[in-house]
């Protein structure tokens, strides 16, 4: 009976104190946690480390454009882009571009209108097409722009350098920066007083930045390279970049 009675005080005791705590949370407008979790990652140490090289790129494309207008017919404007076309890569062929890095991306012929009396007529026609060209070897793109320029394209839309194989110089990054977060996780865990285990995982990311050079793109837009010589383009440097993050067990 005596137990009965120790049981129902401490019951009510507990009650009360629920009560009260939800009396003032509702109105303090107090946050309080719906749930609670644990995580396996408490055990771990996480350290980030990063490789970083400057890559001098050994590849470019340059997109060489024809563009025509007001023809009067269709067929007009097509085969004067086909003669363009065909004497560009003639010459791009001659300088020993083989065949597989010409490409054409674009092909398009549109009309011309003319608005008058409310009505809308065909005045003529359009056309352009780009012509992509791989250069392998990145002194060569100088002479590349003056040799399609003097081929018949009146506008280049643009070099683009690249690095061809980038793979190795993503291993060599990649050991860089496995190599700085161990030496992180050596200093974090001496100042932590801890002892580190084997590494349980590894999550890596391999951005590359670089591309085309905005002022050189700018420049072949306005026209150069249409007589004179070619423009002087250089291929600046690509920064390639590993960033991984190393997990440790914490002993």
């Known amino acids: 009976m005596e137990s009965n009675k120790h049981f129902l005080f401490h019951f009510v005791v507990t009650v009360s104190v629920i009560v009260i705590a939800l009396f003032f949370i509702k109105t303090l407008d107090i946050s309080y946690p719906l749930t609670v979790t644990t995580s396996s990652r408490s055990s771990e140490l996480a350290v980030v480390g990063e490789g ?74 359009n056309g352009n097409a780009t012509i992509q060209v791989k250069v392998r070897d990145t002194q060569m793109v100088s002479s590349i722009i003056e040799e399609v320029t003097k081929a ?4 280049i839309q643009g070099v683009r350098f690249t690095i061809d194989k ?64 070619g423009p002087t383009v250089e291929e600046g440097t690509q920064t390639i970049t590993s960033i991984v993050t190393l997990y440790f067990e914490k002993r």
């Open 152 to 155: 018949g394209a009146n506008q």
């Open 166 to 229: 980038p793979d190795a110089y993503r291993e060599q990054v990649r050991d860089m920066a496995i190599k700085n977060a161990k030496s992180q996780a050596e200093k974090v865990a001496k100042e932590l007083g801890i002892t580190l285990g084997k590494v349980t995982n590894m999550v890596e990311s391999t951005p590359i930045q670089g591309g085309v050079n905005p002022m050189y793109d700018a420049a072949l837009r306005s026209g150069l390279g249409g007589g004179g010589g």
């Open 52 to 125: 970083k090289m400057e890559v001098t790129p050994d590849t470019a494309y340059v997109d060489a454009g024809i563009t025509v207008d007001n023809r009067g017919t269709v067929a007009e404007v097509q085969e004067t882009m086909n003669s363009i076309n065909d004497k560009i890569v003639d010459a791009l062929r001659e300088r020993g571009v083989e065949k597989g890095d010409i490409k054409t991306s674009n092909y398009s012929v549109y009309p011309n209108y003319r608005y008058d009396n409310n009505v809308n007529t065909i005045s003529g026609y």
